[in-house]
């Protein structure tokens, strides 16, 4: 089993590029199914959940080419089936995104139903609710979900009850082929659900207001592949400027849009950061300590849930104590058990955390308990004393491409370990 250690003590320093948004690349992926024949998508970074989804899609019948490391060539004019096993959807709770399209091709689809993780029940019932709406009918049937539209899939209004990245998603690829408008009210205001609405109008859908709160989606007869640049991903942008403001030398992090993280760096130059921003880059550095405020996460342009982990980890060597509220997700805590085996000093108080600054951390062993907070331990190991080891790394690697080669090109001192297969007694 791989592991990752971590010596505390370099300061990582200079320059990194990011790759492209897992939580865009994954959906673009899925929405080629909408528009039968060659789509491109380039900067799609290189990671485990999208491999994953390359399987989903080719279990369905499309022809995935790799054309390069960051460069996918998707071929779904064969696309002939319309049920996704169990043991994908298991593996990848995203890939749900394929019931949208699946239901604006076929107007049929039968997807596993999602199983919880670590951070939460991840339901679905907001996408039922709302592809109810346009006139789907859905069935629970031996842990899948089957759902069909006799009379087609017909335009409709639907108000989310809170505003769901994934839902806005299904609702927005499978309305793109609905007989008149769709609304949705309460929408996700995401970069990536943007770069979803680009991808799809690029193929010929008629969407209007992504970004704002209110999307209204025009269905079309038909749409066509296209080429479409996969929008740099501001988590793990997020991820070197946490780690960046953590160690305090310049870091320039590239490849992404500073307004994607327009929140999380103001937070972070109220936390002492002085934040340099460019076109499609920000320069991070620290030279004060770190002053602890309080954090709530909101969907955006709130503060974001993926970015808790990572500045908790900061707000753990603040210079007071503070709060951090989980407002997305009903159990994103667990990253703060493992960093307490660091030394920190934080209190679960339901969804609030409170959190009191300590002046160090110590390196210990622990468990990536999910991809944000495998990372966020990471980066605590970077300062603390000693040597830390992270187990349970496939969380990482999930999201995160080449996150030890990057973090070495920093002047980290950190690298993938074989870790020893203990085999503890089931006592
Ligand atoms: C997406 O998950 C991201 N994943 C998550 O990133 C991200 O944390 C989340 O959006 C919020 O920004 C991908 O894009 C692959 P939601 P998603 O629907 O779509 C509840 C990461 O680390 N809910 O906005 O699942 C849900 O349980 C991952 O990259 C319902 O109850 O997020 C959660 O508590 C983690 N019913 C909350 O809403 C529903 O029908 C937000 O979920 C849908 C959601």
Redesign the pocket.
């Known amino acids: 089993m791989e592991g990752i250690r971590v010596e505390g003590g370099y300061p990582i320093s200079g320059e990194v590029t990011v790759e492209g948004a897992?939580?865009s690349a994954?959906k673009l992926m899925a929405a080629t199914l909408v528009a039968p024949g060659v789509t491109t998508l380039t900067n799609v970074p290189n990671i485990s959940d999208v491999h994953v989804m390359g399987k989903v899609l080719k279990f369905l019948g499309a022809k995935i080419e790799v054309k390069g490391e960051h460069e996918l060539e998707i071929d779904t004019s064969c696309v002939d089936r319309w049920e996704t096993p169990y043991h994908l959807v298991a593996q990848m709770?995203?890939s749900t995104a394929v019931l949208g399209p699946l239901l604006a091709r076929f107007g049929r689809a039968v997807v596993a139903m999602p199983g919880g993780c670590n951070?939460?029940?991840?339901?679905?019932?907001?996408?039922i609710l709302g592809l109810e709406a346009l006139g789907v009918s859905f069935e629970v049937d031996h842990g899948s979900i089957h759902a069909s539209t006799s009379g087609g899939l017909v335009g409709s209004t639907v108000t989310l009850d809170?505003a769901?990245?994934?839902?806005t998603e299904n609702l927005m690829m499978a309305s793109v082929r609905a007989k008149g408008t769709t609304t949705i009210d309460n929408a996700?205001r995401?970069p990536?659900i943007v770069d979803l609405a680009n991808l799809l109008n690029e193929m010929g859908a008629k969407i209007r207001g992504a970004g704002s709160p209110v999307i209204e989606i025009e269905g079309v007869e038909e749409l066509h592949p296209t080429n479409h640049r996969v929008v740099g991903d501001r988590?793990e942008a997020g991820t070197f400027i946490a780690m960046a403001g953590l160690c305090g030398e310049p870091v320039t992090v590239k490849g992404f849009e500073p307004a994607h993280l327009g929140l999380v760096l103001k937070k972070y130059e109220l936390m002492g950061m002085r934040v340099v921003r460019g076109p499609h880059e920000c320069t991070v550095y620290r030279e004060d300590p770190i002053r602890s405020v309080d954090i709530q996460t909101l969907?955006f342009p709130g503060f974001?849930?993926?970015m808790q982990a990572q500045t908790m980890c900061l707000l753990a060597r603040g210079d007071s104590s503070c709060v951090i509220t989980e407002n997305?997700?009903?159990n994103r805590f667990m990253f703060a058990s493992e960093l307490q085996r660091m030394g920190a000093s934080i209190r679960i108080e339901g969804h609030h955390a409170i959190v009191h600054g300590v002046k160090g951390f110590s390196g210990a062993e622990v468990k990536s308990p999910d991809?944000?907070g495998g990372a966020a331990l990471v980066m605590a190991g970077l300062v603390a004393d000693g040597i830390t080891t992270i187990s349970d790394i496939h969380h990482i690697d999930r999201?995160y491409e080449g996150f030890v080669e990057k973090l070495s090109s920093l002047g980290a001192h950190a690298r993938r370990i074989e870790l020893p297969q203990e085999d503890y007694l089931d006592i």
């Open positions: 897992k939580n994954l709770r995203a951070i939460g029940a991840r339901k679905i019932d907001m996408h809170f769901s990245v994934g839902a996700a995401e990536e988590i969907p974001p849930t993926d997305v997700f009903e991809l944000r999201g």
